[in-house]
């Protein structure tokens, strides 16, 4: 299994022996937030090949405890039996029929009893499919353009909010207007300032940014969120992809206050199998049926199978008290390790979906050499993404994994770092990686979003 204190360092022999390949034929190599350079090139493993639990194997052969849960869809363990059970049941049925089947209508059923505003639901298959269909709703409903953002805020890879800079037109954005997150002033003049046009303001309930801390939202900031959107008869779009149901049963304006009138859940909704969902009001459904949704896949039986399980778990075991629970027992065992090594840390974001990082790294090149260390203890974290609790995380796990970033801080309080600049496949520096267009940041990205 994982290896033990004193250990050799682990070997990625296949997992840059595959990148290399990938390089080849896959712009990239590996892209998106998985790409070698977004991490740590060079000191994590760049394929996976089994999960189990709370722990992942890669193409090396090297185990994991993961505090990342594939990003977020994670939330009650890999292949945990019951979803299993009841995802492979509808796919021994087919897959991709002519017609949805009646688990479409089930599973709406399950998200508008359960979800207190909602009245109807859609599905598809990613995040970004419904966030960018909501704000289409949004408009549809208003007769108008404009739509309010959070600055820094990921609502997927769409032109008008992809964080990336390729292929964009000036033109995407032209509708788009970012105010900075709890900036109660910074909202109001912008409803001010574009007053009858704006069709919605777009919310992740708190603000987990790459690259930076996570930030609650004020009592004051949800107030005026809900209070501006009724004054100027805007929607209130809660994109709640990452965080849905890690942590509450019904949605997570229910624990902030938000008054949404669409929300958008994804990555905990089937633990791992894709799906995403829309929900709304009634006043609303008649416009909704006028914006055009559908997707070869997103009839797909399997992954609504799959969310109706995950749900009924999540509730039945209220996974979000053993999430929040699990993750303040690992977040303050960790801070401590790090006082105790003499290394400051500072966590930020609700317990079930930490962002831990070293104090006074403006450039988190300190927190890349505490991810590397962990990984190398054999604990996969992400020096610039808050992290994801998984409910198959017991006591046990949590204590194991402290005494592993145990050793990681005391590697690193000695002054141990790894080398993730060289020519290592991935890095920069890669003359594979360059040649393929696959050049990323390291640190934080230099450009701001280009916005309205
Ligand atoms: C808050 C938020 N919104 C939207 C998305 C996009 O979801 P997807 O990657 O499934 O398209 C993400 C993905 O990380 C997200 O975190």
């Not at 892209?31 to 709370?54: I, Q």
């Not at 709406?108 to 359960?114: F, S």
């Amino acid at each position: 299994m994982v290896k033990k204190s004193g250990s050799a360092p682990l070997n990625f022999t296949q997992s840059h022996a595959l990148f290399r390949r990938a390089a080849a034929v896959i712009p990239g190599g590996i892209y998106g937030h998985t790409a070698p350079a977004a991490t740590v090139p060079g000191a994590v493993p760049y394929f996976a090949a089994e999960g189990f639990g709370c722990r992942y194997r890669d193409v090396d052969g090297n185990t994991f405890i993961d505090l990342m849960g594939g990003y977020g869809p994670i939330v009650l363990g890999y292949h945990h039996p019951e979803v299993e059970a009841a995802a492979d049941a509808a796919r021994a049925r087919g897959a991709a029929f002519n017609h949805p089947t009646a688990l479409l209508v089930e599973l709406a059923e399950a998200l508008t009893a359960r979800i207190d505003f909602a009245d109807w639901a859609v599905f598809g298959k990613n995040g970004a499919d419904l966030t960018n269909w909501a704000i289409m709703v949004a408009r549809e409903v208003t007769g108008r353009p404009k739509i309010l953002k959070i600055a820094g805020a990921y609502h997927g890879t769409q032109a008008w909010c992809t964080p990336g800079h390729g292929g964009l037109l000036p033109e995407d954005r032209a509708h788009i207007h970012e105010f900075a997150f709890n900036d109660v002033a910074g909202l109001e003049a912008l409803f001010a300032r574009h007053r009858g046009a704006v069709a919605g303001l777009i919310l992740t309930p708190f603000h987990h940014p790459a690259y930076d801390d996570s930030v609650l939202p004020t009592p004051e900031f949800v107030a005026a969120a809900n209070r501006l959107c009724r004054e100027h008869g805007a929607l209130l779009i809660l994109d709640d992809v990452r965080c849905g149901f890690r942590l509450s049963t019904d949605g997570s304006h229910t624990v902030y206050g938000y008054t949404p009138d669409l929300a958008v859940y994804c990555k905990a909704l089937a633990n791992g199998h894709p799906l995403s969902a829309c929900v709304g009001r009634a006043e609303h459904q008649a416009a909704a049926s006028r914006v055009f949704l559908t997707g070869s896949y997103w009839n797909d039986p399997a992954p609504m199978a799959a969310a109706l399980a995950t749900l009924t778990i999540i509730a039945r075991d209220n996974i979000p008290q053993k999430l929040a629970a699990t993750g303040q027992r690992l977040v303050d065992g960790w801070l401590a390790l790090g006082k105790k090594h003499g290394i400051p840390l500072i966590a930020s974001g609700p317990p079930a979906m930490p962002y831990v990082r070293v104090a006074d790294d403006p450039s988190l090149l300190r927190t890349q050499h505490l991810c590397a260390a962990a990984v190398a203890e054999g604990v996969f974290i992400h020096p610039h993404h808050n992290g994801f609790i998984s409910a198959a995380m017991t006591a046990a796990d949590v204590d194991e994994t402290l005494e592993r970033l145990d050793r990681a801080l005391a590697k690193l309080a000695a002054g141990g770092q790894v080398a993730q600049t060289s020519s290592l496949p991935g890095s920069p520096s890669d003359a594979g990686a360059k040649q393929t267009g696959s050049l990323r940041y390291l640190r934080k990205p230099p450009v701001p979003l280009p916005c309205a």
